[in-house]
C-alpha cells in the first residue's frame, strides 16, 4: 500500500483531472509524459472530481499562485536587488537576468506546490477525500509529477537568461517579436483544440 497521506493524495488527483482533460481532448503537453498503466491510475484519480469543482480548483489556484508571486517580488524580488545593484544605472544586464531567473524559479518551484497544496485543502471534500485510495505506485506517480514540473521550470528560468542577453546584445525591438509569436500561439492553441474536438466527436459517433 501507498504511505501518501489524504491531502498529497487529493492534490495529485487534481493534477490527474487536469491531465486527463488533456488527453481526452486528444493534446499533448510537452515535458509531461506517462505511461499506459500511469494513465490508467490518474484516471480512476480523477473520477470524483466533476468539472466544476476542477475548475473552481484551477482559478483558486491561480488566485492563490498570483498572490505568492507578489508577495515574493515585495519581500524578496526587490529587497534583493536593492541590496545587490544599489545604483540601477551601474547593473550589468546578466547580474539582473540571473537575479530574475533565480527569483522565478524560487516562485514557481516553491510557490506552485504550495499553491496546489492550499487549493486541494480548500476544495477537496470530506466525500471526495473519502473515495480516494491510495495503491502501491501513487507515491512514485507523485514524486514523477514534482520532477516535471520542477524540470520544465529549470528550463523555462534557464532560457531566461540567454535569451534576455540575446535581446540586449543584438539590441532587438522585442515589441513585433512578442506580437507574432503570441499570435502564433493563439492559433496553434486553436488548431489543437479544434483537432481535438473533431476526433472527440469522431469517437463519440
Known sequence: MSGMTSGALARLAFWARGMI??????????????????????RVLAT???????QLFT???????????????????????TLLFPVPAETSALKFSALLAAYAFLVIGIGLPIS???SSILLASREMRASLVAEAGDEALAAKVS???NRITLIMCGLLVPGILLFIACDID???IITTLKWLAIVLMAVSVAVGALQQRKRSQ
Do not use: H, K
Open 59 to 81: 482559478m483558486v489556484n491561480a488566485v492563490i499562485f498570483i498572490a505568492i508571486a507578489a508577495l515574493g517580488v515585495v519581500c524578496v524580488f526587490l529587497p534583493l536587488a
Open 48 to 54: 470524483p472530481i466533476g468539472a466544476g469543482r476542477y
Open 116 to 118: 496546489m497544496r492550499l
Open 174 to 176: 522585442a515589441g513585433p
Open 147 to 149: 520532477w516535471q514540473i
Open 21 to 42: 482533460a488533456i488527453q481526452d481532448a486528444r493534446m499533448e503537453w510537452p515535458g509531461f509524459s506517462y505511461t499506459d498503466a500511469e494513465w490508467a491510475r490518474m
